[in-house]
């Protein structure tokens, strides 16, 4: 009796023990995700905050949130291991087992190194358009492990932070839309140079785009021949982000232009002749030998 009531005092005080435990881990999660809240919260409202640093810091919040919550997990698992079994044999064997297995976690090793560097460089934050390698899309988050790219089919791409040798960041600081024209070879070009410029200056004179533009609208005529038309580049550097909308609004707006002017703008294009030939005579009959 003696032993079954030792017993259960043990496991009386081990689920007192377990329910503090879980309060606690409860609590400080709970915490975590209170004052990331706020913080994000204040930042996002905050009109003296840049907007790159806006993504800064709510990509430096997300990577210590996870990290935190990584480092809470491992440390309650060794508690709980702890009142089980004593752990200072089993760390050793750990010790050798790492050894072991070092190898393996190189991959681990490299994406966390990776994710460090991505962060104390600022290469890119949540919210900017990136590209590596094939993955382009919007990052919607980041973690000292990897970063989740958002695609505009709305795939999530996972990239291990490891993975990244050549990151393109789109949205980075500045932008730049640039339209290509095709201007026909048998049109004036001086007089189809000066009409998208017009147009482009009164582009950047629009209330509604001009906050968006960092400089005026560049014309480069020609900027390639090819083999049916006279390509001319009309380029403005723009916000971060803003190179999209600013590019599909000047193109529309030189596609109007170039009509109602009568700049014609080829494509290419097969064009068939077909030539009727006439059908040869029929032979006379040859003269009859009876």
Known sequence: ????????????????????????VLAISGT????????????????????SRKKRIETIVQALSWTINVTLVVIVLMMLLGRVVDIAPLLTSLGIVGL??????????????????????????????????????????????????RSIEGKLHLVPNGDVRVVSNLTKEWARAMVDIGVAYEEDLERAAQVLDQVAQQFAAD?????????????????????????????????????????????RRLLIACERENI???????????????????????????
Do not use: C
Request: no cysteine; charged share 20%; glycine share 8%.
């Open 1 to 24: 009796m003696t032993g079954i009531s030792i017993d259960a005092n043990a496991l009386v005080e081990f689920g007192i023990w377990l329910g503090l435990l879980l309060v606690t």
């Open 32 to 51: 975590i995700r209170f004052v990331r809240g706020r913080i994000l919260m204040h930042v996002t409202r905050s009109s003296k905050v840049s907007e």
């Open 100 to 149: 072991t297995f070092s190898l393996g976690a190189q991959t681990l090793v490299k994406d966390l190194i990776g994710g460090v560097m991505v962060l104390v460089e600022n290469q890119y934050a949540v919210g900017d358009v990136i590209q590596v390698g094939d993955v382009s899309g919007v990052v919607e988050r980041l973690t000292l492990r990897a970063t989740y790219v």
């Open 207 to 251: 209330p509604e785009y001009a906050p968006q533009l960092l400089e005026a609208p560049k014309v480069i005529a020609p900027l390639s021949l090819g083999d049916w038309a006279v390509t001319m580049r009309v380029m403005v550097k723009t916000l971060p982000g803003k190179q999209w909308g600013v590019g599909a609004a000047l193109r």
């Open 264 to 290: 014609s703008l080829p494509y290419p294009r097969q064009e068939v002749l077909v030539r009727h030939v006439a059908e040869a005579a029929p032979e006379s009959s040859a003269p009859s030998t009876d």
